[in-house]
């Protein structure tokens, strides 16, 4: 038997019910796999309260480390005992067990733990496009990055120092202030006491940012326009305050011919050869401690609904771990 975590109507922490399954063999193309580690992620929340639409009733949860138990037909590559990780779906993270396609998943090398792997596949791996693929950092560029303290901001942000950007990070509170410089911000706004967007352009002497990395969404949206250069890029990746209200794109010629882009991770590990460049980038990143796993919290899957309610109302920091 396994204990797994499903919803049958969208809704707050509250719709997440616990049950027990029997799971069959691994079919064509599959790994069972034991997890020993579960990421909890903002979108998480997005799917349960139905701002991202998937069928009735669904499990939750795109990101996950364990060990391979079982291996079905037509599988090479992986073998029983193989430590993996997965940080692209589909939904149903949230379990013990769980049978999953060998073609979604990586091997997870002996210099990254379990936790860090569930900790930062799907938030690390974001990072990664992010600063690479969607804009390709170069060194002096400044950047602008919401929640900068957050799971998605606690990687992204040294991987950008590395990279040789600036980083001006936003925060909601003067703890989140204090890790967010040290995981690297140059400076750091207090979005609830600060305009940030007059902040910016003090700190930018009228300039303004290259790029904005906006994970927030609706709350940030205007901040984040007026925080650009001429030509410069807004990235909206997350709607962690509710989705940004629809603009018409003449505002974006008149805010100084920006551009705007909306990224998802799963467009960007579309191939096995994408998903193997964007992992290997991150385990080599963690390897050389260019980034580290910011696991602030750990939560039993039994208490996810409890780990989601912190989440949402802003208590947490850095990544936050479901544990089996």
Sequence with gaps: MSLSIRIRQHGGPEVLETFDETLPPPGVGEVQLRHTAIGLNF???????????????????????????????????????????????????????????????????????DEAAAALMLKGMTAYYLLHLTHAVQAGETLLVHAAAGGVGSALVPWAKKL???????????????????????????????????EVRRLTD?????????SVGKDTFTGSLDSLRTRGLFVSFGNASGKAAPFEPVLLAEKGSLYFTRPTLAHYTNSRAELDAAANALFEAIASRVIEPQIKQRYPLRDAAQAQAALESRQTSGATVLTV
């Design 164 to 198: 040789g950007a600036r980083v001006i990070g936003t925060v909601g509170s003067a703890d989140k202030a204090v890790l967010a410089k040290a995981a690297g911000c140059d400076e750091v706004i207090l979005y609830r006491e600060q305009d940030v967007a007059g």
């Design 43 to 113: 979108i998480d929340t997005y799917f349960r309260a139905g701002v991202y639409k998937a069928p009735l009733p669904h499990g939750l949860g795109q990101e996950a480390a364990g060990v391979i138990t079982a291996v079905g037909p037509e599988v090479s590559g992986f073998a029983v005992g193989d430590r993996v990780a997965y940080g692209t779906g589909p939904l149903g993270a949230y379990c013990e067990l769980r049978n999953f396609a060998a073609a979604r998943l990586v091997k997870v090398p002996d210099t990254v733990s």
């Design 206 to 214: 009228g300039r303004g940012v290259d790029v904005v990395y906006d």
